[in-house]
């Protein structure tokens, strides 16, 4: 789908064209034209190309999906790969938009296989930019790139609660009876790691359009890029932040499993002291039964009077004997 959005220079709203005379628009040379085109065919794509002239080397990138964040410095043109974000709440992870962005004199070229909200919402704000800064093609850049970064914090936000809950998750469980706490764990801190490698490298593209060395970008408008970097410099600060934090916890469910591990063993050791103490006083009193019950004629307990008593008590005082050394030993 093509959407073809015109700014004349009379009136600074964005106002959808029919892609048609798109080109025509750009010779005339008085307006800013944004053309945003998802999920587009190899033929749209191949059209587009002809029409505005893009690079070869930009053309293999936008047909190549999760290509590195980057500004590429052609001729007449400029070609950027950015990132939109965001948090999905039935999987609790981050879904990730890649955008590829074609900058001429007064064009702008939007590209993204997957539908991006913020798109609608950069005609707002480049109304309410253009009355502030400048009207120029790096003005509606700003407003878009600015768009996409201010929607990273409600992310970072809900990872941060997230984190939050995983947290309290392990101080009450204590480390035990919760068997997807870790799994947990590693899918978020993997979540982060990915989108780390797709923000961080932005910081070096809006550095680039910060610098103000570029025809597009103007003394006023620099400014504001300037700005932009700052938040894109915030946002990846924010993600070792979590990544810190995370660790932490993940550190907390290994101890608490830990304790509960030792715990468990300390009474296992208990359990097995204990039953290794009745078994010797057991196996003693069953030793001296044995020995007056094998019955030989020339043992002369057996023909005593007391003999039977005797070796009841004899029983009696083994088995106290050895309780009160197992007790002593604090083995029951």
């Known amino acids: 789908m093509i959407r073809t959005m015109i700014c004349n220079s009379g009136h600074p709203l964005l106002c959808e064209h029919p892609h048609e005379g798109a080109k025509a628009t750009i010779v005339e040379g008085d307006e800013i034209i944004w053309i945003d085109v998802e999920a587009p065919s190899v033929e749209e794509i191949c059209r587009l190309a002809e029409e505005f002239a893009i690079h070869p080397l930009a053309v293999e990138d936008i047909t190549t999906a999760h290509q590195r964040p980057k500004i590429d410095i052609y001729d007449d043109s400029y070609f950027l790969v950015f990132y939109d974000v965001d948090y ?69 936000d809900r990872i941060g609660e997230r984190i939050e809950e995983l947290e309290e998750r392990v101080i009450e469980q204590g480390g035990t009876g919760d068997t997807g706490g870790m799994g947990d764990i590693f899918s978020l801190k993997r979540e982060l790691i990915h989108l780390r490698r797709q923000i961080a490298p932005q910081r070096d593209a809006v550095a680039v359009l910060a610098r103000r060395e570029l025809p ?36 907390a469910y290994l101890s608490m499993n830990s304790n509960s591990l030792a715990t468990a063993a300390n009474n ?65």
């Open 88 to 156: 999905v709440e039935e999987s609790n992870l981050v879904d990730e938009h890649e955008l590829a962005i074609v900058v001429g004199k007064n064009y702008l070229l939007t590209i993204h296989h997957e539908p991006i909200e913020e798109i609608t919402e950069v005609a707002a704000r480049f109304r309410r930019n253009a009355k502030e800064i400048e009207r120029g093609i790096g003005v509606l850049l700003y407003s878009l790139l600015d768009t996409i970064v201010d929607h990273y914090f409600p992310v970072l």
């Open 268 to 332: 296992l050791n208990g359990v097995m002291k204990r039953l290794t103490s009745y078994s010797i006083i057991l196996m003693s009193v069953t030793l001296v039964a044995g020995i007056y019950g094998m019955n030989f004629e020339n043992m002369p307990e057996l023909g005593w009077r007391f003999g039977y008593p005797f070796s009841l008590g004899l029983m009696i005082v083994v088995a106290a004997s050895l309780a009160l050394i197992f007790k002593r030993q604090k083995w029951f």
């Open 216 to 251: 597009i970008v103007g003394e006023a408008t620099g400014i504001y890029f300037q700005d932009l970097y700052e938040h894109v410099l915030r946002v990846t600060d924010a993600i070792d932040v979590y990544r810190d934090l995370l660790s932490g916890v993940f550190d």
